[in-house]
């Protein structure tokens, strides 16, 4: 991957991470907490699965995601850069509204 684009991708990864820690210093701890195997199945599986569809590099060594399907052009990493900056727009946008919603939501000044 040529250089300017995997800054790219490092920084777009940077500043969303940056935004939700700041975001999230003035969230509310949880007052309930999930059983242990409800969380193994609604998180931890799908971080597996995850983990060992996209392999990270020759450890997995030739897994199911990482087969080349488009050409490694200049034009692709354009694109996919566009989708990460586009993706994390949409997160911070998602997380932001989500934070008004909650201030100024329908159920405002009921009991």
Same mark, same amino acid.
């Given at each position: 991957m040529p250089y300017v684009f995997e800054q790219g991708l490092r920084f777009t $990864?940077?500043? *969303?991470? %940056? #935004?939700? *820690? $700041? !975001?999230?210093? %003035? !969230?509310?701890?949880?007052?309930?907490?999930?059983? +242990? !195997?409800?969380? +193994?199945? !609604? #998180?931890?599986?799908?971080?597996l699965v995850a983990m060992l569809l996209l392999g990270p590099g020759p450890w997995f060594g030739h897994s199911l995601l990482r087969e080349q399907f488009v050409p490694h052009s200049a034009p692709v990493y354009a694109i996919g850069l566009g989708l990460a900056v586009a993706g994390a727009a949409l997160a911070i946008h998602a997380r932001a509204a989500g934070a008004e919603l909650e201030r100024h939501g329908p159920a405002e000044g009921q009991p």
């Open positions: $990864w940077i500043v *969303l991470l %940056g #935004y939700w *820690l $700041w !975001a999230s210093r %003035g !969230a509310k701890r949880p007052t309930m907490q999930e059983p +242990l !195997a409800v969380r +193994l199945v !609604a #998180y931890w599986l799908p971080l």
